[in-house]
C-alpha cells in the first residue's frame, strides 16, 4: 500500500484543520493506521491510531479532546480533524500503517510496529 497525506497548513492558534491520509494499493481494514509528528529538533511522537479490526481508537495525552481521527472505508482515507489547535502542535505530520492489524491495542504507540509511511504534511500553528 502506499499512502499520501495531505491538508496541512498554516492556522491561527484556536483554529482547526482536517488532515488526510489517502491509501492506494490495499484496503484499510487490513491496517491499524496512525498518526504521528516530528517536529524541528525533536523525537518523532506518537498522535492517534486507529485499529483495522473493529475500529477503537487510541490517542497521545497531548490530543486526548482536541483530535479525533476516523476513516471512511469507501474512500480509502483515514482523517486526522484537529481542533483548538496550539503553537506546541507544530510540526511535520505523517501517516502510517501496520498490517496485518494483530498488534495488541498497547502497542498502537510505537512507531516501529508501522511498515508503511507517507510523505508527510506540514502543520505550523501561530500564536
Known amino acids: 500500500v502506499q499512502l499520501q497525506a495531505s491538508g496541512g497548513g498554516l492556522v491561527q492558534a484556536g483554529g482547526s484543520l482536517r488532515l488526510s491520509c489517502a491509501a492506494s494499493?490495499?484496503?484499510?481494514?487490513?491496517?491499524?493506521m496512525a498518526w504521528f509528528r516530528q517536529a524541528p529538533g525533536k523525537e518523532r511522537e506518537f498522535v492517534a491510531a486507529i485499529r483495522g479490526t473493529g475500529g477503537s481508537t487510541a490517542y497521545a495525552d497531548s490530543v486526548k479532546g482536541r483530535f479525533t481521527i476516523s476513516r471512511e472505508c469507501a474512500k480509502n482515507t483515514v482523517y486526522l480533524q484537529m481542533n483548538n489547535l496550539k503553537p506546541e502542535d507544530t510540526a511535520v505530520y505523517y501517516c502510517a500503517g501496520d498490517s496485518p492489524p494483530t498488534a495488541p491495542y498497547s502497542a498502537l504507540a510505537n512507531g516501529r510496529l508501522y511498515d508503511v509511511w507517507g510523505q508527510g504534511t506540514q502543520v505550523t500553528v501561530s500564536s
Open positions: 494499493g490495499g484496503t484499510l481494514s487490513a491496517y491499524n
